[in-house]
């Protein structure tokens, strides 16, 4: 199980890496879908180089804490922490702002929650899920 759960994050934390990569250095495939809009279809972000950047060294660094066993060098508790604090975060991005984003958003006429609803909070919850299971298998 610990291997399953390590396989499919690192192909996850490797693709959102790869993709706020790839529109950090000027790629547009997709950008407009993942930029939650209002009713009126006005984006609600305008990410740069330097969000794209920081968010996507933010999943390379998921992707290392992935394969690194941190109770080498640190009580597996507080590894154990470090992760709940990560699956807190991704079930918060699923529940969402209950405006835009998320399982409650009240905005959901727009080509972002369209995506949102069908990709990108199920895909929070899995990796929700598979952090939870990583922690408790061990």
Known sequence: MQILCKTLLTII??????????WAFGGLWGKQLAIPTTSDGVPLLDPGFGACVV????????????HINLSRFVPLLYERVLWGIIALIFFARAMGDFQYVGLFKQVAQTDFA???????????LLVFSLIVVKIAVR
């Open 114 to 124: 369209y995506h949102d609803t069908l990709y990108y909070t199920p895909l929070c």
């Open 13 to 22: 934390f490797s693709g959102i890496g790869a993709m706020h990569f790839f």
């Open 55 to 66: 968010v996507g060294l933010f999943f390379v660094a998921l992707l290392l804490l992935t």
